[in-house]
C-alpha cells in the first residue's frame, strides 16, 4: 500500500508559505528528507532535496520526458501529457500501481511552471483538477494533489533538485500506512531520478527540446545559466 502515497512532481504553492514546521527524518546518501503536518490535515506532507553534479538544463530535459516517468518515479505506471500547447500550462494525467487487494491510483492535475528572474530557480507545480476526466474503470481517482519540482542553478554544472507536496489517495487507505509512505517516496524517487540523469539519452539537452514543439516552446521561455541575455 506504501505505493498510494507518491504525491507527484512537489508543490510550490500554498504548502510552501505556510508557517509549519518541517521535521527531518532521514539524511542519507545525499539525500535529505522532511515531513510536517498541517493542522486539519490527514495526511504529512512531504519534502525531499538532493544536489546534482548536472546542469538545470539537463535535469528540465528529465523531468519534462513524462513517458519515462515509469523507469525511475516510485512505482508510477503511467504519466502523459493529455493536452495543452505549452509545457508552461498544461493537463497531466498519470496511474500509480496499487498493491493487492488495494486498487491503482491515477489524478489528472493541471501543471504549470515558472521561474525567478534572478536566481533562475525553476518552480514546476500540479494541482489536481479530478473531474478534468470521466473515471477510469478500476482506478481510484486522487481527490487531492499539490505537488512539484523546484529546481535551483548552485552553478551552472550544479542544481539542487526539491521534490514537495501533500496528496490525499481517495479510498480506504490506513493512515499510518499512508503517512509512512511519504517518507519513502521522495526518498526513492530521487534516487530513481539521479539514475535516470547520468542516462546518455539526456546528455544534449538542447537536441531533446528541440525535436518536441511543447519541450521547445518551453526551453524558449526559461532561462538556464550561461544563455546570452
Known amino acids: 500500500m506504501c505505493r498510494l502515497l507518491f504525491a507527484l ?5 500554498s504548502v510552501l508559505v505556510t508557517a509549519a514546521e518541517w521535521t527531518s527524518v532521514s539524511e542519507r546518501d545525499g539525500i535529505g528528507v522532511w515531513t510536517r503536518r498541517l493542522p486539519g490535515a490527514p495526511l504529512k506532507d512531504f519534502r525531499g532535496r538532493m544536489d546534482v553534479d548536472k546542469p538545470l538544463d539537463t535535469v528540465v530535459a528529465v523531468l519534462t520526458d513524462f513517458h519515462a516517468y515509469a523507469q525511475w518515479f516510485l512505482h508510477m505506471r503511467e504519466a502523459r501529457v493529455l493536452e495543452g500547447h505549452s509545457l508552461v500550462d498544461v493537463s497531466i494525467y498519470f496511474v500509480i500501481d496499487g498493491v493487492w487487494p488495494v486498487s491503482d491510483r491515477d489524478a489528472v492535475a493541471r501543471a504549470e ?15 489536481a483538477t479530478p473531474r478534468r476526466i470521466p473515471p477510469v474503470a478500476g482506478r481510484v481517482r486522487m481527490p487531492f494533489l499539490q505537488s512539484g519540482w523546484e529546481l535551483t542553478p548552485l552553478s551552472p554544472t550544479t542544481t539542487r533538485i526539491e521534490v514537495i507536496g501533500s496528496a ?56 538556464m545559466p550561461g544563455d546570452i541575455p
Not at 113 to 127: E, K, Y
Open 9 to 13: 512532481w512537489l508543490s510550490c504553492c
Open 113 to 127: 511552471v515558472s521561474q525567478d528572474p534572478q536566481t533562475l530557480a525553476i518552480r514546476m507545480m500540479l494541482l
Open 168 to 223: 490525499d489517495p481517495g479510498g480506504l487507505v490506513p493512515l499510518w500506512l499512508a503517512n509512512a509512505a511519504v517518507v519513502m517516496m521522495p526518498r526513492e524517487t530521487l534516487k530513481g531520478l539521479r539514475r535516470q540523469l547520468a542516462q546518455p539519452k539526456y546528455a544534449n539537452p538542447d537536441f531533446l527540446f528541440a525535436r518536441d514543439p511543447l519541450l521547445r516552446d518551453l526551453r524558449a521561455y526559461l532561462r
